[in-house]
């Protein structure tokens, strides 16, 4: 365990990391600019950081009437690496990128889900894979739906796996460091890279798919909640007079808008739809179609109201297979904009993906993230 300046210097060290990181290039002088620290420290940490092999000096910027030319940094591709791992009823994804967040492998394994024991079996053995393919992993991000305890590494209830108060305590003893979290938490994170976020300070992130799940991130870091359950926007009741829900509750979003409710109205209605990269495109104009999406987009603004009055996000992503149903669109933000105070609604970027966000990548993204926060 790191001690007294050991633990300052590595926290140097991780913070130029990250600045570089997202800067993509930039110079020692701006570092120390950003930083707030001396010349002499920024050039030790850089230096040992090119000693290491993480940085590089790629040629200087352009000089100015009143100086020398500055050189110029990055990150040196494939230094460090990132594995992430999500887990779904049939399956378990896994991607691996390097630093940069550049994708170096990714795939998916056929698995049945709700067999825990195996499931965290084929985890350790793919783990054990790529540790022996690849150098310098950092760290593993593991993204799993439902409710996480990452204190006990313990799954109280994932209801899609039908798994209840399963034990992770098996990861604890890889020999690189795992991060497990909810998979909406590690995919909130794919969407923020991709998003071009990562200045944004607050986030309400939301997942609609066989569940709906939400993921508000402060600072890059998911907040998990007093009892791990932070960010359930699929179990706020929308619709008292509907179903009830798995939870007992009658009218959750989760239970009226998820992927498996869609396709039944469709068929109900004999309504044929394309389904491409995991969005849903109509063959016809139909005004089934545009009723049904209003509706589901009527009660995901609902659910968004109450979320933009109690946590005031900056920005809203939202991930479903109907963004690009014009009417779904517009009823939410309908919804919205007549049901929000004027300047929260006004204050709140709102954001509807153009592509479904790869939760592993996520979850690889926010091992990137937890190392460059936490030094032990």
Known sequence: MLKGTSILRENNKRKVLSLVRRLKQTTRKDLEKEMNVSKNTISLVVDELIQDGVIEEIGVTE??????????IQIKPNSFKSVGITVSKRAIDYTIINYDGQLLEENTIANDGTDAEKTIRRMMELLESIQHKYEKIIGVGIGIPGIINEEELKVPISTHLHWKNVSLQSFADFPIPVTIQNSVNMGAHSAIHD????????????????GVGGAFILDDVAMPGHTWN????????????????????????????NIDEFKNELSENDIHMTEENGYFFPQEESQVIDSISSKYGSYLGKSLVAVMHLLNPKTIIIDTPYNYLPSFKEECLHTLETRCLDRVYKGTTIIFGKKRYNMSRGAALSTIINYEKHVY
């Open 230 to 257: 932070a960010g359930e926007i699929g179990h706020i009741s929308v619709d008292p007079a509907a179903n009830t829900c798995r939870c007992g509750q009658n009218g959750c979003l989760e239970s009226l808008i």
């Open 195 to 210: 998003e071009l976020l990562a200045d944004d300070k607050s986030i309400f992130y939301v997942r609609v798919s066989e």
């Open 63 to 72: 000089p100015n009437k009143k100086g020398r030319p500055k050189i110029l």
